[in-house]
């Protein structure tokens, strides 16, 4: 039996628009024994990519891609404390509500939202844990979270001048415009990533009145809060295969344009000459990559088994398509051909 030797050809740069889903069960209440599966939910190539930020790095967990469940304010108190990400949450006795039990597992992080002013009860005693937190509330967090909260009191103060600095921010992009309505999980998800591409804003100066002079930061809460940088580009090369010229990318390394980095615990292989989304941490002038993915509508692809070529002329490839069609692909004189694992000069021909 002889060996087939399947070569694709990848043109241009590329993506597989990627639609992932989502799957689950419920057992039978009576005798825990029948499994009904659940309509599935689809989960876009943009949430995919979001909730897996925000997982990485430790903002959010895969409860999250329940992404129609709703959240309630004892949740979004832990949230805020991962989104800040300024230190180990803890409960004091000094900073709480009453109506939380210390025993509780949100407790310390009720707490370090109380007393880092992240959070507000509905009096000083009270904070109704377990009910549901409302958009504008949510978004309201994620103000204080960036350092706007004097600004927005400035502003106006609730509703008014949280609203100003939210739109003025972006910060409700893709979110309800009811932003009375309960918040789900999903929207929790895009409100999160928001917040950590958005600038924070730093105190400059207090008067002698006790008004606050601010400054709008050139860092964002991703590069503040977890020392990481982000860039967008075409992958120029990986761990020694590049797309153009000498292969001399460094084992484990990968290029992103023109900036040249450690591919971490990552594993990036597959993405050689896509459009990505990088995030990776800079120390000392060490670049290692944390996390990527592709861009969304920023690639296409196309692959052609090189048995169903049957001629490659003045830059235009034909073939038949797996329903015996013929099919014609035109592509760019500049094309980079890599050619099993190597870039070469060399053109397509048959």
Avoid: W
């Amino acid at each position: 039996m002889r060996n087939r030797l399947k070569r694709i050809l990848s043109i241009a740069i590329c993506v597989l628009l990627i639609v992932g889903t989502f799957a689950t069960f419920a057992a039978d209440s009576e005798d825990n024994k029948t499994e009904v599966l659940q309509p599935e939910i689809k989960i876009s190539e943009d949430y995919q990519n979001k909730i897996g930020l925000l997982m990485k790095l430790g903002i959010l967990d895969e409860s999250y891609y329940e992404m129609e469940n709703t959240v309630s304010r004892k949740e979004f108190a832990k949230v805020l404390c991962t989104l800040s990400n300024l230190g180990e949450p803890y409960f004091d006795e000094s900073s709480t509500f009453l109506d939380v039990d210390p025993a509780n597992e949100y407790a310390k992080y009720i707490s370090t939202a109380k007393r880092l002013g992240l959070i507000s009860g509905y009096s000083t005693d009270v904070f109704k844990p377990d009910d549901v937190i409302s958009i504008i509330e949510a978004l309201v967090g994620s103000v204080k979270v960036l350092g706007y909260d004097g600004i927005a009191r400035a502003k106006g103060g609730y509703p008014k001048g949280y609203l100003s600095v939210i739109r003025d921010k972006d910060l409700d992009d893709n979110l309800n415009a009811d932003t009375n309505r309960a918040i789900s999980k999903k929207e929790v998800v895009e409100l999160c990533y928001n917040a950590l591409h958005t600038e924070i804003a730093k105190v400059l100066s207090i008067k002698d009145d006790d008004s606050t002079i601010f400054s709008v930061s050139e860092k964002t809460l991703l590069n503040q809060a977890f020392n990481l940088k982000y860039h967008k580009g075409v992958v120029e090369g990986i761990d020694i295969t590049k797309l153009r010229g000498e292969n001399n990318i460094p084992p484990y390394c990968i290029l992103i344009d023109d900036i040249m980095m450690s591919i971490g615990s990552t594993t990036p292989n597959s993405l050689l000459g896509y459009y990505v989304e990088a995030y990776y941490s800079d120390k000392d002038g060490k670049k290692t990559l944390s996390y990527i993915c592709k861009k969304v509508d920023k690639n296409q692809e196309l692959e052609i088994n090189l048995e169903d070529i049957y001629d490659v002329e003045n830059n235009t490839i034909s073939y038949t398509d797996k329903n015996g069609k013929t099919k014609k692909q035109a592509y760019s004189g500049t094309i980079a051909v890599v050619f099993n694992g190597a870039s070469t000069k060399k053109p397509l021909t048959m």
